[in-house]
Structures are given as C-alpha cells and as structure tokens.
Nanobody, 126 residues
Framework: QVQLVESGGGLVQAGGSLRLSCAAS????????IGWFRQTPGKEREFVAA????????FYSDSVSGRFTISRDIAKKTVDLQMNTLKPEDTAVYYC???????????????????WGQGTQVTVSS
C-alpha cells in the first residue's frame, strides 16, 4: 500500500527558505514519479515540481523555477522540496503525490496521480 507523508511546513518571512519532505512507503522510485503540488482556498491544485521515475528527471513550474529544487533520496525513500527566496504568493498547502510510470507529458496534471499525502501548510509573511 502506497503511503505519502509530508513534513517541514511552517511560517517563514518573505525571502526565507523552507525544506519540505515527502516520506514514501509501498513504492519504488524506479517506477513512481513523485510530484509536489500546492493549493490555496478556492483555487485548483497547482503543479510545483516533480521528479520522474525515468532517470530522476526533474520538472518545475515557471513560478518556482530557479527558486525551488526537488530531489530524492532512494535509500531513505524521501523526496524533498527545497524552497528558497520564498514569496507571499507561495503560501499554500503543499501536497506530494505519486503515480506509477507516469509519462512526462502528464507530470503537471494533478488528476493523473493516484496517491496523495495529507498536505503541509506553508505560510510566507510579507
């Protein structure tokens, strides 16, 4: 059974950094793409970053490219999201998600992921 548990959220001032972690169980990174998404009240879930099952290729949304870095530790079965130069508009609940053998064209689409964590709140104050 696939389980995802996020941690590392919190309150930070604009310009600061946070590191989110997604602990995965019941899956293999050699088969599963792990994605990070975020959501604010009244808005749809938004793609942030993903790391592919195929060679660990990474993907980023335009809004976070250059500020956020996704990485995985195969031994620990964790996928981290290092978030730097945070902005108030990064405030959201952040979720990690997983899906098996996900094609590259689908990594940004939340409805293609089968498994989701419970989310962790990130609040960036101005």
């Amino acid at each position: 059974q696939v389980q995802l548990v996020e941690s590392g959220g919190g309150l930070v001032q604009a310009g600061g950094s946070l590191r989110l972690s997604c602990a995965a169980s019941g899956l293999s990174f050699s088969r599963y793409t792990i994605g990070w998404f975020r959501q604010t009240p009244g808005k749809e879930r938004e793609f942030v970053a993903a790391i592919s099952w195929s060679g660990g290729k990474t993907f980023y949304s335009d809004s976070v490219s250059g500020r956020f870095t996704i990485s995985r530790d195969i031994a620990k079965k964790t996928v981290d999201l290092q978030m730097n130069t945070l902005k108030p508009e990064d405030t959201a609940v952040y979720y990690c998600a997983a899906d098996q053998y996900l094609p590259e064209l689908a990594v940004t689409r939340p409805n293609t992921y089968d498994y989701w964590g419970q989310g962790t709140q990130v609040t960036v104050s101005s």
